[in-house]
């Protein structure tokens, strides 16, 4: 009876943690390249609401809640299913976009709301942002944004949504030096995808990569496909730390 619990607990963790975006890592790196784009004020005013937690804990806290039951209702704000050759429609849904522009809404007019109710929805849009920039967590509903397609990871077996979530920055051992470093080489354009504050943009950026990252053949990733592909993942952790910045900024302006 025990080894069937165990089992049963390491199959939950694998299919739960299947839905993350980017890893904890990849998270965490997020909101350490958002606070060091942060004007004073406003890394001190996210600072209060925060309270105890920084940055870094922030960034992972919607993941940690998942294994909680009395958090099941917000399981489907991680991301946002569109179809192949679709375009998105604004629509009611509790989906990744429109959770964010609540937030962001609510941030906006923090003045009505209490400071705990504050610091989770900071908390909320520190997550999302990092989840709307995987591209993954914005694709097809017909895989589950790439968890139900399983394939090999050079040698080992994983799925699509894995091999973005942290395959990839384990593999090639993606820090936060990195995407720092990426920075200085962004073009203009690439410099204005990281200060946008629209969540709508932020989804439309990150599905325009769909079509490389399906690109590979025979369900296997080879090293050809990471080396390809690195670069992309830190460019997206990086937009996503500008981003959320921008974002802050905004919402924290005098």
């Not at 591209?135 to 050079?154: A, M, Q, T, W």
Request: net charge neutral; with cysteine.
């Amino acid at each position: 009876m025990k080894r069937i619990r165990l089992i049963s607990l390491a199959l939950f963790i694998v299919s739960t943690k299947n839905l993350w975006a980017w890893g904890p890592e990849g998270h965490k790196m997020v909101a350490e390249i958002a606070r060091e784009h942060l004007s004073a004020a406003t890394r001190d005013s996210v600072e209060k609401y925060l309270g105890i937690v920084n940055f870094e804990e922030a960034s992972v806290w919607m993941d940690e809640v998942k294994s909680k039951p009395e958090y099941d209702y917000m399981k489907p704000w991680h991301y946002v299913n569109v179809e192949r050759d679709k375009t998105y429609v604004k629509n009611a849904d509790g989906n990744i976009v429109n959770v964010l522009l609540k937030v962001i809404e609510q941030l906006k007019n923090r003045r009505k709301q209490s400071i705990t109710e504050t610091g989770v929805q900071l908390k909320m849009l520190f997550h999302l942002v990092g989840d709307i920039h995987q591209p993954l967590h914005v694709g097809y509903g017909e895989d589950r944004g790439g968890n139900d397609i399983r394939l090999k990871f050079l040698k080992r077996q994983s799925n699509l949504h894995r091999v973005w979530d942290e395959d990839i920055i384990t593999e090639k051992n993606i820090r936060l030096k990195d995407c720092l470093a990426l920075e200085a080489t962004l073009t203009e354009a690439e410099k204005k995808a990281g200060q946008q504050t629209s969540p709508l943009a932020w989804m439309a950026q990150s599905r325009a990569l769909l079509p490389e990252v399906y690109a590979f053949q025979d369900n296997a990733i080879t090293q050809a496909y990471i080396d390809k592909n690195a670069m992309v993942v830190e460019k997206q952790i990086l937009l996503a730390g500008l981003n959320l910045a921008a974002v802050l900024e905004e919402i924290f302006k005098k």
